[in-house]
């Protein structure tokens, strides 16, 4: 299957006097200010491999979810008719939602994108991805996610995709990003719940966030009503 794999460069000083490279997991040590040059690359070739793309769509979920699963296959069929639509499919790059994503987005005649983070246990690039790159620094990596979006779905998750949907909440609430741009969370199910958790606890008893954020996003269980919201927003 044709794939263009973009490395974000991990040679970040060509001098004779290189700087040792820790290993994933390893604690960091503030006083290694070269590290920056490592970080700036990546934020670089970042921007630079996600240039050219139109009408990105973010869809992020759990990696754990196999073939059989139903959200998989809701985020097959997502990952399809963005494709049919003309949009482009941004994913982790992995297995379980990620996949199942750019399965569809790939079958449905569209763009088909990873950007995959470089783990302590190997986390492979599904094989549906037509162009990937891989990031040492997850930070990095969020932000090429969360600004290279017309619009984000958020599938049932663990702490990975609870992270990175409120940061994008509150990109949206702060409006450091568009604040039309659709944050979508698929499965009742699963997000109902903590939504109403968020409006009884954090809303009403705790006042921590007003009654207005609460329509930040939109929880839906089509992956037709997905699209259309999309759609609607009418963006780039």
């Known amino acids: ?25 390893e604690v960091v040590n503030y006083r290694d200010s070269w590290r920056i040059f490592r970080i700036i690359t990546e934020f670089v070739e970042g921007y630079q491999f996600l240039g050219d793309l139109k009408k990105e769509v973010t869809l992020l ?3 754990r979810f196999p073939s059989n699963n139903k959200y998989y296959k809701i985020a097959q069929e997502l990952g ?3 494709g049919k639509n003309g949009f482009t499919t941004i994913t982790g790059g992995g297995p379980g939602i990620m996949e199942a994503a750019n399965k569809g987005a790939f079958e ?15 986390q492979r690039t599904n094989p549906y991805v037509k162009k990937a790159a891989a990031f040492n620094y997850f930070f990095t990596r969020k932000v090429m996610l969360a600004f290279s979006a017309s619009a984000f779905v958020f599938y049932p998750g663990g702490y990975g995709t609870l992270d990175e ?72």
């Open 165 to 236: 949907a409120f940061e994008i909440l509150t990109l949206r609430q702060t409006h450091k990003i568009n604040p039309r741009i659709p944050v979508i969370m698929m499965g009742k199910d699963f997000w109902t719940p903590l939504a109403a958790w968020l409006e009884s606890h954090a809303c009403q008893s705790h006042c921590t966030i007003n009654r207005d954020e609460l329509n930040l996003f939109r929880i839906v269980d089509e992956p037709e009503e997905a699209v259309n919201i999309i759609k609607k927003a009418k963006l780039k």
């Open 1 to 25: 299957m044709p794939k263009s794999q973009h490395k974000i460069s991990e040679e970040h000083n060509q001098s004779s006097r290189k700087a040792p490279v820790l290993g994933v997991g």
């Open 61 to 63: 979920g759990s990696a």
């Open 108 to 122: 449905g005649g569209g763009e088909s994108v990873g950007l995959n983070i470089q783990l302590p246990f190997e």
């Open 80 to 82: 399809y008719l963005l």
